[in-house]
């Protein structure tokens, strides 16, 4: 019987035992799926641009966009190679008129963001808000003046090239 006994206990031992490893198991299983999913989770949040970097790419091409030499005839080839969507639609008709514009004018404008914020993103596009200042150089035709703008501008990201697809002037 005491044999009988021992046998009995060993028995119910193995199968305690068994249940704490059970456990164990699940318990390791369960933390690595969460170390999994918090990895997977920093790469996929980390990989897209970064609010700042949207803010930059609108500072850049409104910077472009407001400054303008008559002895630079690719000028407006730069703009809609940094533009997308509508704001490319819409300039590319007034390309060839804007170059025109510039050249017959003989003016010298220098395009400076004082300021640029973001107000949202969606997807691969944010909205920046922008307030520029545009000092127009001297010249036999006009005086030299400042002027200041606001705008409101989306900045898409296309595989990694930030481009203009809307601007609007603010009054």
Known sequence: ???AERRARAELDALRG?????????LVVVAAVAAISGVLAAVVTGRGPSDDDFVRA???????????????????????AGATGEFHDE??????AYTTFVRA????????????????????????????TVDL????????????????VVVADEAGVFKLAKVQYLP
């Open 1 to 3: 019987m005491l044999a």
């Open 18 to 26: 068994g249940a704490v490893d059970r456990r164990r198991r699940i």
């Open 58 to 80: 609108a500072a850049a091409r409104v910077t472009v966009l407001l400054s303008a030499t008559p002895d630079q005839p690719d000028r407006a080839t730069r703009i809609l």
């Open 91 to 96: 300039f590319a008709q007034s390309a060839d």
């Open 105 to 132: 004018a003989g003016t010298t404008s220098d395009g400076r963001v004082q300021g640029a914020g973001l107000t949202g993103r969606r997807g691969p596009e944010a909205e920046v808000l922008v307030f520029a």
């Open 137 to 152: 150089v001297a010249s036999p035709q006009a005086a030299a003046r400042s002027t200041d703008f606001r705008l409101r």
